[in-house]
């Protein structure tokens, strides 16, 4: 959701990218192929603006708001969720998984994600609504994702703690980052500020990065831990 990146791996925080929206009033490129740079436009933005100071930062639809506020909690959710990803990607690839294009693409939705939230339906214009909205077809994705893993593993008997190796913890992480996010977004669907395909794919990313943690461990041949109550 930044004007400046070149490769989805190098991604931009998703509430700096807000600021940048507020000041620039220009367009912008997403991960996705929607485009909001302004052609013609070279000049690089600056990273600090200055304009948060006070402890306010602006949403899409040029809100002012505290950054206390429940959308710029949510967007850090979010963008602390990529992160989490982005990390678990990186032992992942160490490891030679072939499952990481899907989570640089997970990624680069999360910013289409952000871009959602950051455009509370009570201060947007139709232009604003339609160039964030979010669709159901990233949640087909995933359930088809999560389909083809489990098709492959075992049976899940048992409870299974976080574990199986640093690729498969690190993706538990990212999980259990996920599932504070969506905690964070579901009050703003439930007000009808933000699309509800959004909280769904929240949803069923949480599902999706548990099941690959579990591939993980099992093509790394490692053992996952099962819950035993202590004597």
Same mark, same amino acid.
């Given at each position: 959701m930044a004007s400046f990146i070149t490769k989805p791996a190098h991604l931009r925080c998703v509430v700096m990218t807000c600021r940048l929206l507020s000041v620039h009033r220009t367009r912008i490129t997403l991960c996705s192929d929607r485009s909001y740079?302004?052609?013609g436009d070279?000049?690089?933005?600056?990273?600090y603006t200055k304009t948060g100071d006070k402890g306010f930062s602006s949403t899409f639809t040029g809100e002012r708001r505290p =950054?206390?506020?429940?959308?710029?909690?949510?967007?850090?959710n979010t963008d602390e969720l990529s992160s989490a990803i982005g990390l678990a990607r990186e032992f992942c690839l160490d490891k030679g998984h072939t499952f990481t294009d899907q989570l640089d693409k997970i990624q680069c939705i999360l910013q289409d994600i952000g871009s959602n939230i950051a455009t509370p339906r009570s201060s947007a214009r139709e232009s604003h609504m339609k160039r964030t909205k979010f669709t159901a077809q990233p949640i087909a994705d995933l359930e088809i994702w999560i389909d083809k893993f489990t098709e492959e593993l075992p049976p899940?008997?048992?409870?299974?703690?976080?574990?199986?190796? =640093?690729?498969?913890?690190?993706l538990h992480i990212a999980r259990t980052v996920c599932r504070r996010a969506e905690r964070s977004v579901a009050p703003i669907v439930r007000s009808g500020e933000a699309d509800p395909e959004v909280a769904k794919f929240l949803n069923r990313l949480s599902d999706y990065l548990f099941t690959v943690a579990r591939y993980a461990a099992m093509k790394e041949s490692n053992e996952e831990k099962i819950y035993t109550r202590p004597q």
């Open positions: 740079v302004t052609e070279n000049k690089v933005p600056k990273i =950054k206390e506020d429940h959308i710029f909690e949510a967007l850090g899940l008997t048992n409870f299974i703690l976080p574990s199986g190796g =640093k690729s498969s913890a690190a």
